[in-house]
Structures are given as structure tokens and as C-alpha cells.
């Protein structure tokens, strides 16, 4: 069977390292799909070191039901992300499914979802962090390897714009700057600095909902799109009114949901991103073109350990042959 891993597959010993993470126990739940409507059901697997993070459709047969989580395999990008293998099979709106795997620091595990879309849940990423807690995490004998940032890469695109830049100060993490501009002054501007751990992101990101507008709805369901989508599920805006009979769960819960799509599009890189980030008016489209711009320059970037300051050689991120997935 192939094996989709991170980028790097290198192993070595080290005196004081950080260490690769998967769960302790699997773990299920169901959902309704935002965008299909469907119910869903999902459950998380435990995974050998260096295989990454894998989504498998139980409802594909053989070895077209593996899809992996990573920038090269994103298909659309239209209100979600969605990736695609290549015999053409989907799974949609994984983003926010990433961000709580890349805030709770989770490097390797198969994810077993019965339909095209990730459940949304309550439209953040506390459901599936309380999922991952439920299931325990335990090391593994791995060294954690990390995508430091070399050079500032961007993407400007109509009024939005994306960029990485390496760290300005002495951390090993990922600092995510960005700014949000809508006319409806339910919104208007808001700007949020947030250094990623698990505890900022627990604790600051992670409970933001994802949003909408009231009369967007009709035109997106006429389409195929936000045929779930409700009060329970989502932020909904008429006008210049918040909907939700219980309002927002922080007074800038729009610029921490875009945190939030940005970190789970982000993990998709493969390896926690060692580096800056900063965004303006960036969505799911913008941020999957800036790790295609910054891989396609083998010199913006560099595979080091987590816990070291010292480069190793980095192998291609094709698909290899060994640790198989059960």
C-alpha cells in the first residue's frame, strides 16, 4: 500500500529532541457535512512515526480510498478546502479537522470519514480538539521535523495578500498576523497576532465558528454548496445583525475563525511551519497558493528538527512504499 507521509522521512537519534505525536486510542463521532448536508460519520486511528496525516473514504473501495492531507493535493478551494487523490477522489472542508490537529501538535493518523466532506460540527474546531483529548496522545520514537522559513515568500492577489517570512524571534513555532476588512459593519476591520501552541490555540482559536451571510444562502444552495448549513453550525449575518440567539463567542470571533482556516490550511504543508505568517483578507485560495509558491523555491524553505537549528537533507515529498497503513 503507499504511504503518504510529511515531507521528511528522515530519522536520527538526538540527545534532546521533540518528539513525532499520535493518538493513544481511536476515537468516532458523526456529523451533518456543511456543504453536502449529508450525515457523516468519522473516527481517528493511531498512526505509525513519519506517516503524516491521511483521510480514507470507507465508502471507496482498495487504494483509490486514500487521499493525503497535504498542499499538493488541495482540488477547490471555494468557502472550504478540499482535497483530491489522484484516481479523483474527494474529501471537503478538512480545514478546520486540520487546524485542531496541527494546534494539538498531532503529527501522524488515519482519518476514516463514510462520505465526500468532514463533518462541521459546531463550525470550529473545539468538537474535534475535545476528540483528540478524548483519545489521549502518546509519543512516538521520532524526532518532530519542522519547515523553517528561509526567505519571505507572497501571494498578492486583487485586494488580499499572503506571505511567510522567517521568524523574527527566537521560536520554533509558527506566528500568524493577520487582517480582516468587510464593509458589513458587523464585521469591519479586525486584526489579530497570534504565536501558535497548543495552548493559545485551545484557549484563544479554537471555539471561533465559521460565518455567513443570510443572503448569501439561497445562491450558495443553488449551487450545491451550504446545504447543512445553520444556526448550529455557523455565525449567521442579516444585515448588520449577528443571527445566533446566544451572539458571538469573543467580540472578534470572525478574525479568529480566519486564524483558524489559516492554520489548518497551513498544516497542510506537511510539517509544522517554523516562520511568520502574515495575511490581508486571505482565504483558503491565497493560502494554498503561497506553500505552492514556497515549495516551488527549494531555497525559501529548509527541513530541520524541531528541537535543532541545524539543516538536514530533505527528501521528495512523492509517495513511497514503506510503513504501510493498515
Partial sequence: MEHYGPISKITRTSH???????????????GIGLHSGNKISMSLYPADPDTGIVLRRTDIPGQNALIPARFDHVSDTRL????????????????????????????NVVIEVNGAEVPI??????????????????????????LRIKKPVSILEGGAEASLAPS??????????????????????????????????????CRARTFGFLEDVEALRQVGL????????????????????????????????????????????GNPIMGNFSGLRS???????????????????????MDEQVAVPVQTWQAETSHAIA
Fill in 226 to 269: 451550504a446545504q447543512g448549513g445553520s444556526l448550529d453550525n455557523a455565525v449567521v449575518i442579516s444585515g448588520n445583525n449577528i443571527l445566533n440567539e446566544d451572539g458571538l463567542r469573543y467580540e472578534d470571533e470572525f478574525v479568529r475563525h480566519k486564524i483558524l482556516d489559516c492554520i489548518g490550511d497551513l498544516y497542510l504543508a
Fill in 16 to 30: 534532546s529532541r521533540i518528539l513525532q505525536t499520535t493518538l493513544k486510542n481511536q476515537i468516532h463521532c458523526s
Fill in 168 to 205: 523574527s524571534i527566537d521560536r520554533s513555532g509558527l506566528t500568524i498576523d493577520l487582517r480582516i476588512d468587510f464593509k458589513n459593519s458587523a464585521i469591519g476591520q479586525q486584526n489579530l497576532t497570534v504565536a501558535v501552541s497548543s495552548s493559545s490555540f485551545k484557549n484563544e482559536i
Fill in 121 to 146: 460540527m459546531d463550525g470550529s474546531a473545539e468538537p474535534f480538539v475535545f476528540l483528540i483529548e478524548c483519545a489521549g496522545t502518546v509519543q512516538q520514537n521520532a524526532v518532530r521535523w519542522g
Fill in 283 to 305: 482565504g483558503h485560495g491565497l493560502h494554498n497558493k503561497l506553500l505552492c509558491k514556497l515549495f516551488a523555491d527549494s531555497a525559501a524553505w529548509e527541513i530541520i528538527p
Fill in 80 to 107: 472550504c478546502t478540499t482535497l483530491r487523490n489522484d484516481a479523483g477522489v474527494q474529501i471537503a472542508t478538512v480545514e478546520h479537522l486540520m487546524a485542531a490537529l496541527a494546534g494539538c501538535e498531532i503529527d
